[in-house]
Structures are given as structure tokens and as C-alpha cells.
């Protein structure tokens, strides 16, 4: 029984991986909608390059640095070696966690989430960050910064002592790649064009169809991403947070849909599909205790935030093309406290946890950028950003035959 | 022989289509066309903001006739794309000095 038990915890939190790795196809789609384009490669190409630097460093050092183990418990750092070290030889691979799911399944499932963080960001530095220094702080950000704090949580630090309570990692995923990208786009500065004299113009996504696909493929992957988290196959804990992840997601919308239209009298999709993503972050830090019921409140309250928070950042004068700093940091924030409220957390615990999380991930991007601004610049070039990333970076477009027609002709060696 | 150039209201290019081809001028070329002008562009919103898209989008259709006709197009192609709104458009006419049938050779009116 127990024997049957083990396969079946194991093989959800497998199939929860794979889930969690279909959700980069749906930032991958998603950015790509909201971005013009002459950048849609680009931000494929980010998003297919970050995943497998995060899938990489995870394994050189991401998953000891993030889990060092029970002797660094209540600590801030810890590190348990480089690689992935079978504990106490080959029966590690299944004596571990008290039998609930294997040694490697725990690394692939967490490493699947590592590179989530660095894909937040890459949306909100989408059609104007140069790709190679983006590249150098996705490396650094997903193999320090993200293991050290998700450390301080989910691998038994002092955060975790304190009952400082995350989840699925409404503070330890979004609010971190919100935190990057924040720090991002304040040393980046605004797409060329964007704010004027006379107010702020929009530059529409290309490709609602794609962003929606996106979107679909997130939530979707939600499931894995929330249900994963419950790390075994407890047929109640599951279906709750499968139910509590769906209507946080559902209410989000549903909100989001109907304060846009009220303040701005649009349906706005581009606003909505936010508003899902809004539910589902601000769902994500307490899908395992909340009730049904306060799942809605707290997903209608992160989808009523979206629309408020995308103007006051564009009052700011932080340009994000694709909405990332209000869905995963502001709805990552809500959520983390929302736990304080409605779930099984304290709020001045979570406010800490909220607080140092952010200071922390906030400072090292900050200072990551800076130097690697300074040192090698941010941003292409404006003549780049008018031909657009596509053709500057990769000689391709996305859609090529559209874009240039097909006159192309052999050249001689 | 003359070139009338026309730019009309997109949602008149079929009405005009319709009533050309009436006059026996059946075959022209036409243009999908952006300007600027005294009428105002769409306003919509995206993401929170109001905002004007910026041009008008309208239809150009280019099209060669007889000297003898030109006049009979114009005020058809008028008639038919007529709102009396601003933004209607313009005609514009041209002597054509030299036309070229590539697949016979042959020149002028006998091209057309």
C-alpha cells in the first residue's frame, strides 16, 4: 500500500512538473502578444534561453543553496555543495521526505519554478533591453538571488521559523521576478515614445490571439504549479487548492473586467487576461488554506487591483509593456498578506516576510543592473528600437514573408 | 486619356465599386491608404489610456479612362462615396500622357 502510495505521490508531482514547464510556453506566448511585432523573436528567444539558464544553474548550485538541508534550519544562507548529491547514497533516491516523492522529482519540480522569476522579467524589459547583458543578470538573479530567499522559506530558513506562511510563492516566485523587474525597468527607462508631453501613448501588442493562448496555458499550468506544491497526491489537499486556484483565478477576471470598464468604459482583453493572472498570483501564497469562498474575495481583490495599478505605473513613468510589476509583484504582495487575513498566516508575519523579501531581491537587482549598466549599458540603441529587436539582434522576423515579403536572393561567398 | 485618382471613406468602396462598373469602367487599381486631415482619428483605449490611433484609414482607387469619359467616372465615383460629412475625400485628375499593354504591345486607347 504504502509502496503504491509513494508511486502515486510521485508521479502527480511529475505530472505537476511538466504543468509548471508548459507555463514558459505560456509567458513565451503571452509576452509575444503584447509585444509589438518587430520584437516578437526576441522575447521568444529570451524566454527559451532563460528557462534553460534557470533549469542549469539550478542544478549547478540553484537547488543546494535553495534546500542546503536540516543543519542550516533557521539560518539565512546555506549551502550543501555543488551538483545533485544523492543523500545517503543510491536508496536516497527514494528514502527521502518521508517517502512522499523522490530525490530527483524534488529537483526537477523546484528547478521547473526557478526560471519563472527571470521570465516575469524579461516581459516587463520586453523591446528595449540588449539580450546578452539581459542574459548576464537572468544568470545571476535565478542562481543567487531566488534560492537565497526562497531559502529563508521553503528550505526551513528563518522566515520560516518565524511561520511565515507561502505556499505555492505569491512572495517566494512573483513577488521576487516582480522585485527584478521593478528594479529592471526603473534603470532601463521608458520605451522611446512612450510618455510625451502630452501624456502617455500606448503601444499596442501585436497578437491578442497568442496572449490569450498564453494566458490559457498559465492557468492551466497553475494547476501543476499550486497543486505540485501540496508535494504529495493527498487526494483533499489537491482538489482544494485545484478548486481555490480556479475561482481566484475566475473572480480576478471577473473584477478586472468591470472596474476597467467603470473607470475607463473599455473591454480591454489585454486588461482581463492580467486580471486572470492577478487572481491566480494573489491565490498562489495560501491555495492550501483558504476556503472557496474567501478564494473568490481574494482573487476578486487582486483583479480589482490590476487595473488601478497599470495606470499608477504608467503615472510613474515605468514602462511595462506587458503589465508583469502589477500582476506579480503588487498581486504577489496582496497574496502573500491576503494569508495574514484569510488563511492560516499571521499579517505582521507575512508584512515582514513581504518587506525583507522584497528589500533584499530589490537591492541585488538594483545593484546587478547598475554595475552591468555602467559597465556595458542596458539598452540598445534608439535606431535598434525603431527597426525593431527581431531583425537588430536575430536578422529574422517573426513573421517573415509579412515583415519583408520573400525577395530574399543568395549572396556570392 | 486621364487618371483619376480618387480617395474615398473605406465604407463607401463598395457602393463606388458597384456603380462604376455600371459606367463600363470595371478594371482600376485601388490602394488601402492612411492620412491626416480637419476630421478627427478614432480614439480608443488600451491598457487604461485613451488615445488617438493617429491617421484615418481610407481607400484609394486609381483608374485610366477615354478622355471622353473621365468627366462621367468623377461624378459617379463622387455620387456614389457622397456623405456630405467632412473627410468625404477628394478627386484628383490627371492627363495621362502614354499607356502600354504589357501582354500585347499594343498603345493608349487600345491598351485600356
Known sequence: ?413 | MKKIEAIIRSSKFESVKSELSKTGANFFTFFEVKGYGKQLSEHVVYRGVEYDIGYIARMKIEIIVEDQNAKKVADTIRQASHTSEIGDGKIIITHVEEIISIRTGSINESAL
Not at chain 1, 526603473?186 to 522611446?192: D, H, S, V, W
Request: with cysteine; net charge neutral.
Open chain 1, 1 to 413: 500500500m504504502t509502496e503504491v502510495t509513494f508511486t502515486i505521490n510521485n508521479l502527480w508531482i511529475l505530472i505537476a512538473t511538466m504543468m509548471v514547464f508548459i507555463m514558459h510556453l505560456g509567458f513565451a506566448s503571452l509576452e509575444a502578444g503584447l509585444v509589438q511585432q518587430k520584437n516578437t523573436v526576441n522575447i521568444l528567444f529570451k524566454n527559451v534561453i532563460i528557462l534553460c539558464i534557470g533549469l542549469l544553474t539550478y542544478y549547478v548550485s540553484g537547488f543546494n543553496l535553495m534546500y542546503p538541508g536540516a543543519e542550516y534550519a533557521g539560518g539565512i544562507i546555506g549551502f550543501s555543495g555543488f551538483g545533485l548529491n544523492l543523500p545517503d547514497g543510491a536508496a536516497g533516491l527514494s528514502e527521502y521526505a518521508d517517502r512522499k516523492y523522490a530525490y530527483y522529482t524534488d529537483f526537477i519540480f523546484q528547478a521547473m519554478f526557478a526560471a519563472t522569476c527571470a521570465s516575469i522579467v524579461s516581459g516587463a524589459v520586453a523591446e528595449r533591453i540588449k539580450l546578452m547583458p539581459f542574459l548576464v543578470f537572468v544568470f545571476l538573479f535565478v542562481s543567487i538571488c531566488y534560492p537565497i530567499t526562497g531559502m529563508w522559506k521553503w528550505g526551513g530558513g528563518w522566515l520560516n521559523e518565524l511561520g511565515f506562511v507561502d505556499f505555492a510563492g505569491s512572495a517566494l516566485v512573483h513577488s521576487v521576478g516582480g522585485w527584478g523587474a521593478l528594479a529592471a525597468i526603473i534603470l532601463l527607462g521608458a520605451r522611446t515614445g512612450k510618455y510625451t508631453e502630452k501624456g502617455v501613448r500606448p503601444i499596442p501588442g501585436h497578437n491578442m490571439p497568442l496572449a490569450t493562448i498564453g494566458v490559457f496555458l498559465l492557468w492551466f499550468g497553475w494547476f501543476g504549479f499550486n497543486g505540485g506544491s501540496v508535494l504529495s497526491a493527498d487526494p483533499g489537499a489537491v482538489a482544494l487548492v485545484f478548486v481555490t486556484t480556479c475561482l481566484g483565478a475566475a473572480s480576478g477576471a471577473l473584477t478586472t473586467f468591470m472596474v476597467s470598464y467603470w473607470r475607463f468604459k473599455s473591454l480591454d482583453h489585454s486588461m482581463v487576461l492580467n486580471g486572470i493572472l492577478g487572481g491566480l498570483v494573489g491565490i498562489t501564497a495560501g491555495a492550501d488554506s483558504f476556503t472557496p469562498g474567501s478564494a473568490i474575495i481574494v482573487g476578486a481583490i487582486a483583479g480589482a487591483i490590476i487595473p488601478f495599478s497599470v495606470v499608477l505605473f504608467d503615472k510613474l513613468k515605468l514602462d511595462d509593456p506587458v503589465g508583469a510589476t502589477s500582476v506579480h509583484l503588487v498581486c504577489g504582495i496582496w497574496g502573500t498578506l491576503a494569508v495574514g487575513i484569510f488563511g492560516s498566516g499571521n499579517f505582521l508575519t507575512q508584512l515582514l516576510g513581504v518587506v525583507v523579501i522584497g528589500a533584499f531581491t530589490f537591492t541585488f537587482a538594483f545593484v546587478v543592473l547598475y554595475i552591468i549598466k555602467k559597465a556595458v549599458g542596458l539598452r540598445v540603441t534608439e535606431d535598434m528600437e525603431r527597426r525593431g529587436l527581431d531583425i537588430t539582434e536575430h536578422e529574422m522576423g517573426a513573421y517573415q514573408n509579412i515583415d519583408r515579403g520573400n525577395f530574399a536572393m543568395a549572396v556570392a561567398k
